[in-house]
Every structure is written in C-alpha cells, then in structure tokens.
T-cell receptor, first 115, second 113 residues
Framework: ETGVTQTPRHLVMGMTNKKSLKCEQH?????MYWYKQSAKKPLELMFV???????ENNSVPSRFSPECPNSSHLFLHLHTLQPEDSALYLC??????????????FGNGTRLTVT | DQQVKQNSPSLSVQEGRISILNCDYT??????FLWYKKYPAEGPTFLIS?????DKNEDGRFTVFLNKSAKHLSLHIVPSQPGDSAVYFC????????????FGAGTILRVKS
C-alpha cells in the first residue's frame, strides 16, 4: 500500500453507537490531520498531530476523540454523534506540520452517516 | 465567516480552451496559497502553490496568479482537457503557522469534449 489509506470508506451509525475511523500513511511523514467536509462547505481542519503530539484542536466537540499512537497511524473515535455530524472525514499527512510548503497528502475519506 | 471564498460553485469549459478558477480571501495576513484538485471518491491532491512574494507561478498547463491588493488569486488551465474535470479547492495559510490550511468550498470544473 502506498499513500494515505482510510478505513472504512463508508460508515452508517446510530446516535448511541461508538465507532472509530482509521488512517494509515506509508509516506514516512511526521504530521497527520483530520479534516471534515460537509456538503457544499469548505474543508474544516479538526485536529493536527505533529511527531505524535497534538498541536491543534479546532474547537471540536468532545464526541470526537483523536488518537495518534505513532506517526503512521491516526484514529478518530466517535461516540454519541448527532445527525449533523454526517460528512466526509478526510485524513491527511505531511512531512512536518511546521513546514508550510510541505503539501498535504489526503486519503480518500470516510463517508459517515449518522442516523 | 469564511476567510477563503470561491464564489463560483461550478464552471463549464470547452476542451482546448482556457479554464479560469477564482478565489478571494479576507485575511490579509495570509502569505501562502495553494490549489488542490479532487476527483469523485478520492481525496484532494496538491496541484500548485504560490507565496505572497510572487504574483505568478507556472507549472505546465497550470498557472496561479496572485493579486495581493485585491486579495484575489486565480488558477488558469491552458489548454483544458476532459481529465481536468474535478473539484478545485483554493487554500491559504500563514507560513509561520506551517501547514494549517484554510480551504474554500470548491469549484466544480467540467471540461466538455
């Protein structure tokens, strides 16, 4: 596998469920990101990890809980979500979050539907 | 309030012609700008970037122009090809903050053959 891989591609969950999104990068990068894309809205930065340390939490509700056990893996744990949380969740990586000219490499996303 | 705006939700262009995608920003502190392209069911991919010390950057068929006084940038694709049909996202950042990008909502480009 190369690049950034996200699983699952699609997820339907009820509001009382607990689920996790997984992201893995095979690029040797040190920074990983979670973005949310709601319909016809800009991509919103949720969390950033740089060298396994969280460097950004963009006022995300606590029902979203990120985990970065190492520089290659990133998780987003979900619990008691709301229907308005339905969106495309994109993971990305870059060489170093502090390098402004290091492009983000995105995964294909997880399409989440909360019923 | 959106700091990066792409006011045209969609654009349709004939193959071989020029495609011009526009982007406006409100934060005058932004000093680095990027364009990403996204095909359906795929993640965005980096296309081209420009820093605020330049007003033009070219890479093959793709050229980005930056007008700092107008807080406006544009992406020109010449000549347009059917494979260029995708969603194009404009993004901006402050270099000192690294890779924390602020994205626009995207413009859907359709290149007709």
């Amino acid at each position: 596998e190369t690049g950034v891989t996200q699983t699952p591609r699609h997820l339907v969950m009820g509001m009382t469920n607990k689920k996790s999104l997984k992201c893995e990068q095979h690029l040797g990068h040190n920074a990983m990101y979670w973005y949310k894309q709601s319909a016809k809205k800009p991509l919103e930065l949720m969390f950033v990890y740089n060298f396994k340390e969280q460097t950004e939490n963009n006022s995300v509700p606590s029902r979203f809980s990120p985990e970065c056990p190492n520089s290659s893996h990133l998780f987003l744990h979900l619990h008691t979500l709301q229907p308005e949380d339905s969106a495309l969740y994109l993971c990305a990586s870059s060489q170093d979050q502090e390098q402004y000219n290091s492009p983000l490499h995105f995964g294909n996303g997880t399409r989440l539907t909360v019923t | 309030d959106q700091q990066v705006k792409q006011n045209s939700p969609s654009l349709s262009v004939q193959e071989g012609r020029i495609s011009i995608l526009n982007c406006d920003y409100t934060n005058s502190m932004f000093d680095y700008f990027l364009w990403y392209k996204k095909y359906p069911a795929e993640g965005p991919t980096f296309l081209i970037s420009i820093s605020s010390i330049k007003d033009k950057n070219e890479d093959g068929r793709f050229t980005v122009f930056l007008n700092k006084s107008a807080k406006h940038l544009s992406l020109h694709i010449v000549p347009s090809q059917p494979g260029d049909s995708a969603v194009y996202f404009c993004a901006a950042s402050l270099m000192e903050y690294g890779n924390k990008l602020v994205f626009g909502a995207g413009t859907i480009l359709r290149v007709k053959s």
